[in-house]
């Protein structure tokens, strides 16, 4: 009986929630819920009528806030129904949410993946139901997506490691030595920044002396980085592989004083990390385009839904590039570099 | 066992962690050198303090037969806490009260619900882990950087030196540890806290208020975990809610090497700082050694069953002599 | 039987199944207010997810009726998933699926060790364990691996006429099994034994170091064919997946009605507690709760749950000094 009250407040406490509009967070006005059909724009959008699923990486994460705003967005202006789902960086949540969206009949499913591998299985089961997976950036795990659209991991790395050799040369800086600060092995997708950043640097004639892994965490790379500087203290650079990392190694770069002495890179664009290069702590970071995905995730779902084929740019592996860009140490974006 | 053996017991009980710190210092030392220079046995306790402070806390949850699985949320609430204060424009002084108080609450909290409802501490601040977490994400649900313009008088926190030449995270670590010995070995609070942990059932009968005490033990790790925030915030400069993503286990290794038993009653307040010290240690040396993360993890894993092995075979020959 | 030996009866209630008719009230009310919730696949999908958990959480349930737990069966499973993405394509389904289990049992005997023998407290030992099976998974192999063998994913996926997934069919083959080991062996009853009084259990001649290795390789055991469920299910492997399933998987055995102090368990109900976590995530899901929002009321709801038997227990104490008041009061009308 106590058990059965207690599944009853449960309930009630759901329920009272949903209802107070505990919706997705974002400040788009489409609150995508299963219940509720999206806001028409103001009745000039042709109704579709389609019904358009997403399941995004973690949402507790700025980027994917980004790109379920580009989602939502754009859903609201075309006026299909949308159907959001969370991961939380779980891929149980990945495979199971995936599925309850294809089982809830969606005509199209959009997919930024925390664990790509795993999408093998869920672009088979939509598939069997005629309906098309659009996977927005990290990773398609080798599974038959209709497009995935990708940011260049590999040449934000580069254009980093461009932007760097600049700004030594400008500062008339002499030193060769450099280091990487990595995200945990299981990120392979994020893996890829450091290797461009490296390819560049190296090609160039400087040496990295070290490289350790963070794994993704703004604490460890503060200590990562003391740890290099004790045992490099020449270096004049550092590539963090995410913004996260790289706001922890300027932290302790500024400790130890040599803010400006040492540059410091990161990856991601987050607004936190635009703040730091505006206080001076950090010289650069690659932003990508989470927001400009969302939106053109959607423009593709509506367009395999009607049957249309898609134009891509690298059609054996059905890729669509999303450009990453770089901001520079003023703080604002810099086209001028550009990956390769 | 024989009487040498009981007096060798008796010597580790209180030198042991010392014993396999020096050991593990020597290792590295011989690994390389430069690990063991006195700037980098600083820098070394001078990294301690954050998890030191946390665990000073949690030995008294663990002392009083529980343990607080959410230190690692309080953690990040704290930051968040601190960053959006700041930035909004208030004092630093404002800021970290403001935290502290919030921990303070969510220790209450916890206790509340061991005490009150009776949940097991391991399921409830299972729980509190998530609610904890859910708060901070809601309260803050982007990093916030504290600039130059924010951070300068917290920054004091981990850069500053006391006489010239003390690092203030040192100063505050060895502060709450005194604290902490005062208060486990000479004040009425400590003694309970350990009677609590070794007989439950038998305290409550003298009337003492057990469940005012265990309330009181839950906010004393929370508070710490608080602390552990505003000098780990200090030190990164930045607000984020997954700040102390995975935090406790820093935490409840620390008391564990240190010798605490987790079946409560007889904590140890020095063994547990030896222990933050040592696990902080370890993972400097793997870093300066280059090693990667598989083997990180796996070195840490081996400090840990190694301790609690010697811990075993000293049980398993108390128990034959029974 | 429990008059003759003198062992400790374990005190379940066999006709507690309060947590299955809350599933069901549940089910029902989230049908009536939810359109997800009116459709079969929903329910399969809920079943196959919970049942990927609550296979590892029959071994759990004999680790917490002993008064214990396992901490290290998350990183258990990424070790035996790495290894048998590894061996599938090398040979075969069956080869690889016993191999697999061998190993899981290889590690459950490892943790037992650790715990029986070398007397290290299970919070512990498995806290360690946990990091040391990570880090082998992550020696093995540290790229994600994919599973290209269409027959392995089906064990997971596949829906026998359509209706009843094979997952759960498997899971529940698996919690007979684990039913009739607690129930009617020995193991079973010396385990219920140790989680009610250790040292009642050792005076009475149970041989507690044997009975918690055996504990410990079952958990192993069932931990490994949760693993080879969930890498069907999955359809790969990574050295990092699956990153608190203990807690998990611990929570479900805890609101099943077993309890943390041992002695009592029931694997009926760690299972139907299973379903009911997987269900509130959906529910959640399904009514767009935001995500923040979603821990915090995930948190409430255990601590809800949990709080069950406190409070009873609460409710018992007062009922009980209400009795003992009224018989003073009795007794002084009587004087």
């Known amino acids: ?340 | 066992m024989s009487q040498r053996a009981k007096k060798f017991w008796l010597v580790w009980d209180r030198l042991g962690t010392l014993f396999i710190l020096f050991v593990v210092v020597l290792v590295f030392g011989i690994l390389n050198p430069r690990i063991v220079q006195p700037s980098q046995l600083l820098t070394a306790l001078t990294r301690s303090a954050v998890s030191g402070i946390a665990a000073a806390g949690m030995m008294y949850a663990i002392c009083a037969g529980g343990f607080d699985l959410s230190v690692g949320s309080i953690l990040s609430l704290t930051s968040c806490i601190i960053a959006v204060q700041l930035t909004s424009g208030r004092g630093t002084v404002v800021a970290v009260l403001a935290a502290l108080a919030a921990a303070a609450v969510c220790g209450f909290v916890n206790g509340l619900l061991i005490t009150k409802l009776k949940i097991q501490a391991f399921v409830a601040t299972l729980a509190t882990q998530l609610a904890f977490a859910g708060i901070a994400l809601v309260y803050c649900s982007k990093a916030i950087q504290l600039t130059s313009k924010y951070n300068s008088q917290l920054k004091f926190l981990s850069t500053g030196t006391l006489f010239g030449f003390i690092p203030m995270p040192i100063v505050m670590l060895i502060a709450v540890y005194v604290i902490s010995y005062i208060v486990y070995s000479k004040t009425p609070f400590g003694t309970r806290v350990r009677a609590i942990g070794s007989n439950e059932a038998a305290v409550r009968t003298t009337g003492i208020k057990v469940d005012r005490i265990m309330i009181e033990v839950f906010i004393v790790t929370a508070v710490t975990a608080a602390l552990a925030g505003v000098l780990n915030t200090a030190q990164v400069s930045i607000g984020n809610p997954t700040l102390g993503e995975g935090f406790e286990l820093d935490a409840i290794t620390a008391v564990v090497l240190g010798g605490t038993s987790l079946s409560g009653g007889r904590g140890n307040v020095a063994g547990t700082l030896i222990g933050a010290i040592m696990v902080t240690f370890v993972k400097m040396g793997l870093n300066i050694l280059g090693v990667g993360e598989a083997y990180q993890k796996m070195a840490i894993a081996i400090v840990l069953i190694f301790a609690l092995t010697i811990n075993g075979i000293k049980l398993i020959m108390q128990k034959e002599e029974k | 039987m429990s008059r003759r030996t003198g062992k400790n009866k374990p005190h379940i209630e066999f006709g507690d199944h309060g947590i299955l008719y809350a599933l069901i009230i549940f089910w029902v009310l989230l049908a009536l207010t939810n359109e997800n919730f009116r459709g079969v696949p929903f329910y399969q999908n809920i079943l196959t997810r919970a049942s990927l958990n609550a296979i590892c959480g029959i071994g759990m349930t004999f680790a917490i009726c002993s008064g214990d737990f396992d901490l290290s069966v998350a990183s258990q499973v990424a070790l035996n998933s790495v290894i048998l993405t590894l061996l599938l394509p090398q040979l075969g389904i069956v080869p690889s699926i016993i191999f697999v289990l061998l190993v899981g049992t290889l590690l459950g005997s490892f943790n037992g060790f650790l715990i029986a023998k070398l007397r290290i407290p299970s919070f512990i030992a498995t806290l360690g364990m946990q990091m040391a099976y990570r880090a082998l998974a992550q020696m093995v192999n540290n790229t994600p691996v994919v599973v290209s063998d269409k027959l392995f994913k089906q064990i997971a996926t596949y829906k026998i006429l359509g209706l009843i997934p094979t997952a759960f069919l498997i899971m529940a083959i698996l919690a007979v099994i684990g039913n009739i080991i607690l129930r009617r062996t020995q193991l079973g009853r010396h385990t219920l034994a140790i989680g009610n009084s250790r040292s009642a259990a050792a005076i009475s001649g149970i041989s507690i170091a044997k009975t918690q290795i055996l504990i410990y390789l079952m958990v192993g055991l069932f931990t490994a064919c949760s693993s080879i469920m969930i890498v069907s299910y999955l359809g790969s492997s990574n050295y990092g997946m699956q990153t608190g399933l203990e807690f998990t998987v611990i929570s479900s055995v805890v609101l099943g009605g077993t309890a943390l102090s041992g002695g009592k368990g029931s694997i009926f109900n760690t299972i139907v507690a299973a379903v009911f976590l997987v269900t509130i995530r959906s529910a959640m899901d399904s009514f767009g709760v935001n995500s923040y929002w979603q821990k915090v009321i995930e948190g409430i709801i255990l601590v809800i749950a949990f709080s069950i038997t406190g409070v009873r227990a609460l409710l018992r104490d007062f009922m009980v000094k209400r009795k003992a008041r009224k018989e003073l009061a009795l007794q002084k009308a009587a004087a």
């Open chain 1, 1 to 340: 009986m106590k058990k059965v009250l207690s599944i009853l407040l449960t309930a009630v406490l759901i329920f009272s929630l949903a209802a107070c509009g505990g919706s997705n967070s974002s400040s788009s006005s489409a609150g995508p819920t299963s219940n509720q059909s999206s806001t028409e724009a103001a009745g000039n959008a042709a109704p579709e009528g389609y019904v358009i699923g997403a399941s995004f990486y973690d949402l507790s994460n700025e980027y994917f806030q980004y790109m379920m705003e580009g989602v939502q967005n754009e859903a609201e202006a075309q006026g299909v129904t949308l159907k959001t789902h969370d991961q939380k960086n779980d891929e149980n949540e990945l495979v199971t949410g995936c599925q309850n969206l294809i089982d809830s009949g969606v005509d199209a499913l959009i997919v930024s993946p925390c664990k790509p591998e795993v999408m093998g299985n869920i672009v088979e089961s939509a598939h069997e139901k005629n309906i098309p997976v659009i996977i927005l950036d990290i990773g398609d795990g080798g599974s038959d997506k209709d497009v995935i659209v990708v940011s260049d991991m590999y040449g934000g790395g580069q254009i980093a490691g461009k932007y760097c050799l600049d700004l030594l040369k400008e500062n008339g800086v002499e030193g060769t030595e450099y280091a990487i600060i990595k995200c945990e092995e299981s990120a392979v997708y994020a893996i890829q920044r450091g290797q461009g950043f490296e390819n560049i640097m190296s090609g160039s004639g400087y040496t990295k002396v070290s490289e350790l892994t963070a794994n993704s965490d703004t604490t460890q790379a503060y200590s990562a980085m003391q740890d290099i500087l004790a045992s490099n203290p020449d270096i004049v650079a550092v590539f963090a592989e995410n913004d996260n990392m790289a706001l922890g190694a300027s932290s302790a770069i500024d400790e130890a004083g040599k803010t400006g002495e040492i540059l410091v890179f990161g990856f991601d664009g987050n607004e936190s990390a635009v703040e730091a290069i505006k206080d001076g702590t950090l010289a650069g970071t690659i932003a990508q385009q989470p927001t400009e995905i969302g939106v053109l995730g959607i423009k593709l779902a509506i367009q395999r839904i009607n049957g249309e084929e898609l134009s891509y740019d690298n059609a054996g592996t059905k890729e669509i590039y999303a450009a990453v860009y770089l901001i520079d140490n003023t703080g604002e974006r810099n086209d001028s570099y550009t990956a390769g």
